[in-house]
T-cell receptor, first 114, second 115 residues
Framework: GAGVSQSPRYKVAKRGQDVALRCDPISGHVSLFWYQQALGQGPEFLTYFQNEAQLDKSGLPSDRFFAERPEGSVSTLKIQRTQQEDSAVYLC????????????FGSGTRLTVV | KQEVTQIPAALSVPEGENLVLNCSFTDSAIYNLQWFRQDPGKGLTSLLLIQSSQREQTSGRLNASLDKSSGRSTLYIAASQPGDSATYLCAVEGWTQGGSEKLVFGKGTKLTVNP
C-alpha cells in the first residue's frame, strides 16, 4: 500500500484482557518498528524487525509484550493481561533497510485499558 | 543514553509570524535527525530529514538546521498559518541497547497559530 496501515484504530480493553494490534508496512520495506507513545510524551522504542527477524526487543516493557512478523510483512504486537499503565498510542513505522531515507509512521492504535 | 529535549513545550503565535522551534540532543553520534508533525489523535508525518553530513534542509516554508557538534537543531517556520497548528517532534537516529538503529524522540512542541 501507499502508507503504513494500523488496525484497530481504537481499542478499549478491560484490565487483564489480551489484545493484538496489527501493522501493515509499506510494501518492500524491510525494517519495521513499534513505538509506544504515552499521553503528552514522545514515542518510545519497543522493538525492531528486519524482515521476519526480530533483531531488537530491548524496549519491550515486560514479558507481557510480544511482537511477531512471521512472513516479513504484516506485524502483530500482542499484549497479554493488559494493565492500566499499558494505555497509550502504539505506533508502527517502516523503512527501507536503513533509516537513512527516513521512517514512515502509521496513524497508530489508541489503547485504553479500563 | 541519548536524550532529546525540545523547547518550548508549547507556543502560541498570531498568524503570519515567523517562529523557531528548538531541539537539543546529548549524544552527537547520530546518523540523522528528523522533524515530524503530529496532529491530535493522528500518527506522525515526516517533515524534514537531515543526514548527519548535512547542515540544513528546506521544504516550502520550513527550514531545519543541524549542528551535530553542539547537539542542536532548529525548525524554522516562515509566515505561520492556522493550519500549522500541531505538535512538532524532533527525533535523532541512534543505537538501542540491543545494538540496532532507532529513533529517539523529544516530547514535542505544541504549536498553536491563531487567526
Amino acid at each position: 500500500g501507499a502508507g503504513v496501515s494500523q488496525s484497530p484504530r481504537y481499542k478499549v480493553a478491560k484490565r487483564g484482557q489480551d489484545v493484538a494490534l496489527r501493522c501493515d508496512p509499506i510494501s518492500g520495506h524491510v525494517s519495521l518498528f513499534w513505538y509506544q507513545q504515552a499521553l503528552g510524551q514522545g514515542p518510545e522504542f519497543l522493538t525492531y524487525f528486519q524482515n521476519e527477524a526480530q533483531l531488537d526487543k530491548s524496549g519491550l516493557p515486560s514479558d507481557r509484550f510480544f511482537a511477531e512478523r512471521p512472513e516479513g510483512s504484516v506485524s502483530t504486537l500482542k499484549i497479554q493481561r493488559t494493565q492500566q499503565e499499558d494505555s497509550a498510542v502504539y505506533l508502527c513505522a517502516s523503512s527501507q533497510l536503513s533509516g537513512a531515507y527516513g521512517y514512515t509512521f502509521g496513524s497508530g492504535t489508541r489503547l485504553t485499558v479500563v | 543514553k541519548q536524550e532529546v529535549t525540545q523547547i518550548p513545550a508549547a507556543l502560541s503565535v498570531p498568524e503570519g509570524e515567523n517562529l523557531v522551534l528548538n531541539c537539543s540532543f546529548t549524544d552527537s553520534a547520530i546518523y540523522n535527525l528528523q522533524w515530524f508533525r503530529q496532529d491530535p489523535g493522528k500518527g506522525l508525518t515526516s517533515l524534514l530529514l537531515i543526514q548527519s553530513s548535512q547542515r540544513e534542509q528546506t521544504s516550502g516554508r520550513l527550514n531545519a538546521s543541524l549542528d551535530k557538534s553542539s547537539g542542536r537543531s532548529t525548525l524554522y517556520i516562515a509566515a505561520s498559518q492556522p493550519g500549522d497548528s500541531a505538535t512538532y517532534l524532533c527525533a535523532v537516529e541512534g543505537w538501542t541497547q540491543g545494538g540496532s538503529e532507532k529513533l529517539v524522540f523529544g516530547k514535542g512542541t505544541k504549536l498553536t497559530v491563531n487567526p
